[in-house]
């Protein structure tokens, strides 16, 4: 290589390193500029301007020459002189062009780095999320309100999305953000490098998201990974993971740090016991949500000595749950179960704030409670409809709650229907090839013979079309309920919260939002991981399970109780009363005839068509 090449090369390398370099050499052809012009008057034409007298006083005349080329306009001398000053002025206007040309070319490119979403946050205490998918809105929506008490909250999303498109859409789907600040960075979470933009080692907790397409779980422990091995504080992390087959190599991706949520786990659980008891997905919804009823941890020091009986009627305007003890999670534990100072109460309540003793004893109707034996299961027969790769698993959940004998029709062209259903007990399974969206296939399927109907989104669609055809279906039912006058639940699962609106004409005794329900458990968790043995042991088919009954077992209908009268008649049936369901409010949202959590003292008059919320063994 010549040494013109070496020269070239070194002057092209130093030329490429950006704004700061280029105007270091403007900066050196400004100072030859100068020097130049300074010397030439020296020499040419000495003594000139007037007055002027030193090369000090010439070079700063050279200078300003060469920053302010109009001065040329006012210049006087010899021919010589003129023409030095001349060339300076045409000189200087080149450089001020560079200069300006430069500096505005470097404010674009940091204008749209921030743009972009590239610049390091320096917030602490602010909450995390990773990745993109439907579930962000939930996620967000529901801690603007868990904040909305707090001033100067902050939460930040890093997605490989456009910052801005990413803060448009969040406002325009999550709504008012009140005192919450919202900050988006664009980058991979997969990332160490632009994971640094986030200030995690001062971030209050980390939510990964399982974003949509092919092998998402691959995505999110990959994220695991990155954070894992991240030097100093490491932050709590959520994350929602689509497969129970990945929760182990998870698991060992994100370390001790990091809560898994089985986001096919649980919406199969709460499909499963949506199907059961009516109404069961809007009573988790709403203990998940932040806009009533939240749960709560109360130190066991208030209530130690008590058991667990005596501790139902402890709080006026909270609901006890359970108990959280050192060797785990009880919900709805024996009556005689004596309460530690160790233990944790989980209670029910509109606010933290709002928790108080109760003083005094409980206004009973005695007379008003009934005294009915629980009915013994009989075989039953369920109808399926549609097929997704969580319906294997929904399955076996449906068999471990029937009894013996019980029957499942499944109707659907998926390819995969019916595969992999060995090992049952008390299922009988019939697969039957069906367009569930074909008003006389449905027909041809007998389901005036069936106590459930399930109506599953079909995998094979996109979301928003697989909503639609779910949609027909539950139009396609409601209609032949009414004209043939057959009477069955109907239970559906969706995708989009959105289209539950449009649902609700169809009257579906329930439907089930799969992916809100996981975008609330991850705000919760977020919130409070100390909670995710509380929600996992609610989702799990053992121990106590949520039930809306007919409140004919447990009081008088028609008359006039308080609601401490139905809490002590569940006592008494070893069950746990959290609310109420009125039947004339099914079909009305938000809550749909739902009572969470009402005052001990709340006069309530309960029909026969009504229910009431218990915790209790299955």
Known sequence: MTFRERVRYWFDNTMSRGTASLIGWLAMVSIALIVVVAGLTLWLAPGEPDGVDGPGKVLWIALMHALSPAKVASDKGSLGYMAIMFAGSLGGIFIVSMLVGLLSNGLKLR?????????????????????????????????????????????????????????????????????????????????????????LASA?????????????????????????????????????????????????????????????????????????????????????????????????????????????????????????????????????TVIEAEDQVVVIAQDDSAIRLATGKPSLDEPAMAATERTKLQPERTLLLNWNGRAGQIIRYLDGYVAPGSVLEVAADHPKAGMNLGGLRNLTVNVKECDTTDRYELESLGLGLCQHVIVLSDDRFKPGHADTRTLMTLLQLRDMQST??????????????????????????????????????????????????????????????????????????????TFATVVESARRRGETAIGYRNAAGMNTPPRYGIVLNPPKSTKITLTARDSVIVLSEG
């Open 111 to 199: 204008v749209d780095r921030l743009r972009r979403g590239r610049s390091r946050i320096v917030e602490s205490g602010h909450t995390v999320v990773l990745g993109w998918s439907d579930q962000v809105f939930t996620i967000v929506a529901e801690l603007v309100k868990a904040h909305a008490s707090q001033k100067g909250s902050v939460i930040a999303i890093l997605a490989e999305r456009d910052k801005l498109a990413m803060e448009e859409e969040l406002r325009e789907r999550a709504g008012d953000l009140g005192t919450t600040r919202l900050v988006c960075r664009t980058g991979r979470p997969t990332e160490p490098r632009d994971l640094g933009l986030m200030n």
């Open 204 to 336: 209050r907790s980390v939510v990964v998201l399982s974003p949509e397409g092919e092998d998402p779980d691959a995505h999110v422990i990959k994220i695991l990974l990155a954070l894992n091995k991240r030097t100093g504080p490491h932050p709590p992390v959520v994350a929602a993971l689509a497969s129970s087959r990945n929760l182990a190599a998870a698991r060992l991706a994100g370390g001790k740090e990091v809560h898994l949520v089985d986001s096919d786990d649980t919406a199969s659980r709460l499909i499963v016991q949506s199907s059961r008891q009516s109404g069961m997905s809007v009573v988790c919804m709403d203990l998940l949500n932040f806009d009533g009823g939240e749960i709560y941890l109360r130190p066991g020091a208030e209530l130690a000595g008590r058991t667990y009986g005596e501790a139902l009627h402890a709080y006026q305007t909270a609901t006890v749950l359970g108990l959280r003890r050192p060797s785990g999670v009880a919900l709805n534990p024996p009556a005689d």
């Open 484 to 561: 043939l006058g057959e009477h069955y639940s109907i239970v559906s699962e969706m995708h989009d919260e959105n289209n539950r609106t449009l649902a609700e004409v169809t009257e579906a005794d329930d439907i089930v939002i799969s992916d809100t329900v996981i975008g609330l458990l991850l705000a919760q968790l977020a919130e409070n991981r100390h909670l995710a043995d509380v929600f996992g042991y609610l989702f799990d088919s053992s121990g106590s399970e949520i039930y809306p009954r007919p409140a004919s077992d447990y009081v008088t209908p028609g008359t006039p109780v």
